[in-house]
């Protein structure tokens, strides 16, 4: 396989996303692809994708790589060779012969995952579930002892001009099929009008659908400049000593933002915010909420979500997945059933209406003379 193109290099796959071009070539250094990044990926029509990292590890099933290679996108893992120190952004490089040369110069040796090496390495990757579920599951529950005071009773929320209070709160990130949920609670939003809060990512996820999110929290490593502009409220996530590196960008954009000292996701805390402003029902999009979506953003439990699901879970309504839940079609007998069930009222007028019984007399009438009857 040959390719010759231009590159675009970033160690975070989620920054380098917002700046491919078609026809780039992405350098990344992500180990296990998770899905999220190779859909984002395949949506910039790239020509092919260089990992620094392994694109599948084992340790779990991730679907990152088989989803580019069904898109068509070649998927290319280094094997030797120091491309971030080597490569600069907009380098024309050629991809030949499981190598990688910036003109003369080669500076990389890499493998091609087909689709047949993936197929392989995942049939792997499911043998090896158990032995991480084991590892989660003491890993949450470590956590889960350490954070418990902080997420059930001592965490400082910050207060804030939105008014949530007897609401109805829409949070949304931007996870796994977030366009089809959103899709299908869009008359929900429609007709309910909930406070929208977008994390990082999900701020924007609301604007593709003409939404402008009320509140922004995260870590502002992932939603762009015009939403930040846009949103009435924003919330850095900070680290419990109280640093929090996203405001930096805050700062240098102009505006204005609150920190939230917590531990744990963006996501948790903007489902905590919600609750402890008097939220009436939370209902969250897109969200992270199982083993494989934890071990795909590089967490090794989740603790966090745990304590906060059990916390706010007699007013969460999580709508992952609610497009796949009920999709409806139209039968042919329920076509007929609507016209019969139409001309019903039109037929009982007639009979009873003495000016239309008259009209249909005239007409009887002009049919007989009409064909001599």
Sequence with gaps: MYIKAPIKIDKKTKILVNRLESGDIAVIDHDDLDEIAANSLVERKIAAVVNCGRSITGKYPNLGPKILAGAGVPIFDVIKGDIFNNLNEGDMIEIADKRIFAGDRMVAEVELLSKEEIDILMILAERNIEIELEKFIKNTLIYANKEKDFILGNLEIPEIDTEIRGQ?????????NYREDLSAISSYIN??????????GGADALLEFGLTPHIIIGDMDSVSDECLGKCKEIIVHAYLDGSAPGMKRIDD??????????????????????????ADLIVAVGTHSNMIDFLEKGRKGMASTFLVRMKVGSKLVDARGVNKLYKSN???????????????????????????????????????MQFGL
């Design 330 to 368: 139209i039968k042919f007998k329920y076509i007929v059933w609507f016209i019969i069930a139409a001309f019903i009222p039109i037929l009982v007028v007639a009979l009873i209406s003495p000016p239309i019984q008259n009209l249909l007399r005239l007409l009887s009438i002009r049919l007989k």
């Design 191 to 200: 007709e309910v009008n909930p406070v929208l809060i977008g994390v990082d």
């Design 168 to 176: 109805h709160v829409l949070v949304v990130v931007r996870g796994q």
């Design 253 to 278: 954009l102009g505006l204005d933002a609150k920190v939230f000292p917590a531990p744990g996701t963006s996501e948790d805390i903007a489902m905590l915010l919600a609750y402890d402003k008097g």
